[in-house]
Nanobody, 122 residues
């Protein structure tokens, strides 16, 4: 079992930055791919970014590529999502998730956090 707790959400103006954190506890953190997804009101949950195991590549949705960066601190069992140049369309609840492979499909993840709200105003 893996428990995930997100933090770092909030309200920011367009062009601003936020850093989301996802603290993991439970089973071996390093053996999981860690992903970020988001869900805006009235929309389906969508892939944002995923980082694989140590040394593996990260993948991003086209909509955030060049603006968001995923990273992980194995000593702290924490994965981060640095979000720069935020846009109003980035407004959503952001979720971190853990799964066996670095996938873009939410159904391939076994564990989910509770979500953190990000609101970007124009």
């Amino acid at each position: 079992q893996v428990q995930l707790v997100e933090s770092g959400g909030g309200s920011v103006q367009a062009g601003g930055s936020l850093r989301l954190s996802c603290a993991a506890s439970g089973r071996t953190f390093s053996s999981y791919a860690m992903g970020w997804f988001r869900q805006a009101p009235g929309k389906e949950r969508e892939f944002v970014a995923v980082g694989s195991w140590s040394g593996g590549p990260a993948y991003y949705a086209d909509s955030v590529k060049g603006r968001f960066t995923i990273s992980r601190d194995y000593a702290k069992n924490t994965v981060y999502l640095q979000m720069n140049s935020l846009k109003p369309e980035d407004t959503a609840v952001y979720y971190c998730a853990a799964g066996p492979v670095p996938a873009r499909t939410s159904t391939l993840y076994n564990y989910w956090g509770q979500g953190t709200q990000v609101t970007v105003s124009s």
